[in-house]
RNA sequence: CGAGGCGUGGCUCAGUUUGGUAGAGCGCCGUGUUCGGGACGCGGAGGCCGCAAGUUCGAAUCUUGUCGCCUCGACCA
């Protein structure tokens, strides 16, 4: 048994320390490594790939709706972000600036972008006239820089991958309804590739992104009880068409503002996926977006015909439509075994001397590590069916423990005894004073999640001042 | 940016209190035996002790500065 002990100390247990259990984590199953730039990481294979597969996924959603991908500089001259006077506000603290090219000090100081809008906003003013030309659908997949003081892999960090999508529209209406459809997409996507449910809502006037009429999240729930704000979609209005004259002639020749706006993802969802899925034995992989999903183990494979059906088995599955790899390293099986669970490959199938014999291999799920024996003849189907099965029982197991960690607050005590001993959202009534909202947080630590899109009617009056409620609000300690 | 902790082979750390020129385990390379939950023998490589100044005959060890990392806050995706 004192094997496992040492398996046990290489990952600090999730009830112990669950910071230290995340960063261990992401060390062990190879996913990131620091690198000598402060706050930047170096993303490694096993990370990249997960990113790729969401890339992947994501991009073909966009792209059913109609949205085109476009590369936009990664640089801002200083008077172009100055223009629309919120967004600077918002971003100012965080902007990383440009101010020698070359040997040459720069006319004006460039900011690497920390995200994109005012750089659409400048091309769209100059490629929209016509009602014709709407709507606008583009995205771009590539990385910003915010000068975060503190920082944690995928979660936090000085520079990260994401998309924005930037979009610009004749109506109101239309603007509103993309933006909201595009919250949707982020929504199911979770749901059906990383088996993370979310809550979707909309953000206080607090919590909503510098320059937005209107911010949209989804948010999820981490195993730790914490909340993670996993994708945001925001309705600008006519206000950045206003401040950077993106003007279209209507069919009745009138000058009109489009109206426009942004979504995003970033790396930080591989932060939610670990956290949601993982266990004390290292990360684990939804198997719709592991980038191995079936990891083949010789048992004994310096034997007579081992190796060779392990390279069959693999072969058989590729065929069939998996992602599959053999481990055929000399480390011993118990050393693959843990490896396997580290990365959170979801299933394996062990193949030995005497499986061979038996004319069976012998599949194991990562998430409960059950050990199914299925004859050769019905691996592939065996194998299709156990990713299925693991795949939704990864989202119920998942939605299970979101539901049981919601949980109402009739009056501000109740508020603030539930937030300070239970982990997970609280749902109280809210005025819609942002006097409120700073004094919860005052008190607690906790901020508005978002006024979720399904509404109840807890209590008629805002536990907080006792004015009359306007909204019910989820609330809680987020990322 | 505030509070606390930490930087010594690839990793985890000992050595710092009391200055004398660097160690262990794991990993790595070679080789043989092993192989159903992190195997073992033998042989080997690898570190100007985060960086920079200072004190000293002499600094991993003392002083100052600086950079980075971790945890918790504040800010954000």
């Given at each position: 048994m004192a094997k496992e002990k040492k398996l046990v100390e290489a990952i600090t247990s999730m009830n112990e320390d669950f910071a230290q259990w995340y960063t261990d984590v992401v060390r062990k199953a190879e996913l990131v490594e620091y690198s000598n730039i402060k706050g930047c990481m170096i993303i490694r294979p096993n990370g990249y790939a997960i990113w790729e597969n969401i890339q992947k996924r994501l991009d073909a959603m966009f792209k059913e709706t109609g949205v085109e991908n476009v590369y936009m500089p990664m640089f801002i001259p200083e008077s172009l972000l100055q223009k629309e006077k919120d967004h600077v506000e918002g971003f100012a603290p965080e902007v990383a600036w440009v101010t020698q090219g070359g040997l040459e000090p720069l006319e004006e100081r460039l900011c690497v972008r920390p995200t994109s809008e005012t750089l659409f906003c400048d091309f769209y003013a100059r490629i929209i006239q016509s009602h014709r030309d709407l709507p606008k659908l583009y995205n771009q997949w590539c990385s910003v820089v915010r000068w975060e003081k503190t920082t944690r892999p995928f979660l936090r960090s000085a520079e990260f991958l994401w998309q924005e999508g930037h979009t610009a529209h004749a109506t109101e209406e239309e603007a509103e309804e993309r933006t909201i459809q595009m919250l949707n997409i982020y929504a199911d996507f979770c749901e059906q590739y990383l088996a993370i449910p979310v809550i979707k809502g909309r953000k206080t006037d607090k919590e909503k992104f510098a320059g937005a009429n209107a911010t949209y999240t989804i948010e999820a729930l981490m195993h730790d009880g914490k909340a993670l704000q996993s994708g945001t979609s925001h309705n600008f209005g006519d206000g950045f068409a206003r401040a950077f004259g993106i003007q279209y002639s209507d069919k009745?020749?009138?000058?009109?503002?489009?109206?426009?706006?942004?979504?995003?993802?970033?790396?930080?969802?591989?932060?939610?996926?670990?956290?949601?899925?993982?266990?004390?034995?290292?990360?684990?992989?939804?198997?719709?977006?592991?980038?191995?999903?079936?990891?083949?183990?010789?048992?004994?494979?310096?034997?007579?015909?081992?190796?060779?059906?392990?390279?069959?088995?693999?072969?058989?599955?590729?065929?069939?439509?998996?992602?599959?790899?053999?481990?055929?390293?000399?480390?011993?099986?118990?050393?693959?075994?843990?490896?396997?669970?580290?990365?959170?490959?979801?299933?394996?199938?062990?193949?030995?001397?005497?499986?061979?014999?038996?004319?069976?291999?012998?599949?194991?799920?990562?998430?409960?590590?059950?050990?199914?024996?299925?004859?050769?003849?019905?691996?592939?189907?065996?194998?299709?069916?156990?990713?299925?099965?693991?795949?939704?029982?990864?989202?119920?197991r998942a939605k299970a423990h979101l539901e049981s960690h919601i949980y109402e607050a009739k009056t501000y005590d109740e508020f603030k005894e539930t937030i300070a001993n239970k982990p997970g959202f609280v749902k109280m009534m809210w005025c819609g004073d942002e006097a409120c909202e700073l004094k919860i947080k005052e008190d607690t630590t906790a901020t508005s999640r978002c006024m979720p899109f399904r509404q109840e009617t807890i209590t008629e009056i805002c536990p907080v001042c006792g004015k009359p409620a306007k909204t019910m609000v989820y609330w809680g300690k987020a990322y």
């Amino acid at each position: 048994m004192a094997k496992e002990k040492k398996l046990v100390e290489a990952i600090t247990s999730m009830n112990e320390d669950f910071a230290q259990w995340y960063t261990d984590v992401v060390r062990k199953a190879e996913l990131v490594e620091y690198s000598n730039i402060k706050g930047c990481m170096i993303i490694r294979p096993n990370g990249y790939a997960i990113w790729e597969n969401i890339q992947k996924r994501l991009d073909a959603m966009f792209k059913e709706t109609g949205v085109e991908n476009v590369y936009m500089p990664m640089f801002i001259p200083e008077s172009l972000l100055q223009k629309e006077k919120d967004h600077v506000e918002g971003f100012a603290p965080e902007v990383a600036w440009v101010t020698q090219g070359g040997l040459e000090p720069l006319e004006e100081r460039l900011c690497v972008r920390p995200t994109s809008e005012t750089l659409f906003c400048d091309f769209y003013a100059r490629i929209i006239q016509s009602h014709r030309d709407l709507p606008k659908l583009y995205n771009q997949w590539c990385s910003v820089v915010r000068w975060e003081k503190t920082t944690r892999p995928f979660l936090r960090s000085a520079e990260f991958l994401w998309q924005e999508g930037h979009t610009a529209h004749a109506t109101e209406e239309e603007a509103e309804e993309r933006t909201i459809q595009m919250l949707n997409i982020y929504a199911d996507f979770c749901e059906q590739y990383l088996a993370i449910p979310v809550i979707k809502g909309r953000k206080t006037d607090k919590e909503k992104f510098a320059g937005a009429n209107a911010t949209y999240t989804i948010e999820a729930l981490m195993h730790d009880g914490k909340a993670l704000q996993s994708g945001t979609s925001h309705n600008f209005g006519d206000g950045f068409a206003r401040a950077f004259g993106i003007q279209y002639s209507d069919k009745e020749n009138q000058l009109q503002y489009v109206h426009q706006t942004s979504w995003g993802l970033s790396t930080r969802i591989i932060g939610a996926i670990i956290m949601v899925h993982g266990d004390d034995s290292g990360l684990v992989l939804p198997p719709r977006i592991a980038p191995v999903q079936v990891m083949v183990m010789p048992i004994a494979q310096h034997k007579e015909g081992v190796l060779d059906k392990a390279y069959a088995l693999r072969d058989q599955l590729i065929e069939a439509g998996f992602q599959v790899k053999v481990d055929d390293s000399d480390k011993s099986p118990g050393w693959k075994f843990s490896e396997q669970e580290i990365r959170g490959i979801p299933l394996r199938v062990e193949i030995g001397p005497k499986d061979i014999e038996a004319g069976h291999a012998i599949i194991v799920r990562r998430d409960t590590r059950e050990k199914i024996t299925v004859p050769f003849g019905e691996l592939s189907a065996k194998v299709g069916e156990t990713l299925e099965t693991m795949q939704n029982d990864m989202l119920a197991r998942a939605k299970a423990h979101l539901e049981s960690h919601i949980y109402e607050a009739k009056t501000y005590d109740e508020f603030k005894e539930t937030i300070a001993n239970k982990p997970g959202f609280v749902k109280m009534m809210w005025c819609g004073d942002e006097a409120c909202e700073l004094k919860i947080k005052e008190d607690t630590t906790a901020t508005s999640r978002c006024m979720p899109f399904r509404q109840e009617t807890i209590t008629e009056i805002c536990p907080v001042c006792g004015k009359p409620a306007k909204t019910m609000v989820y609330w809680g300690k987020a990322y």
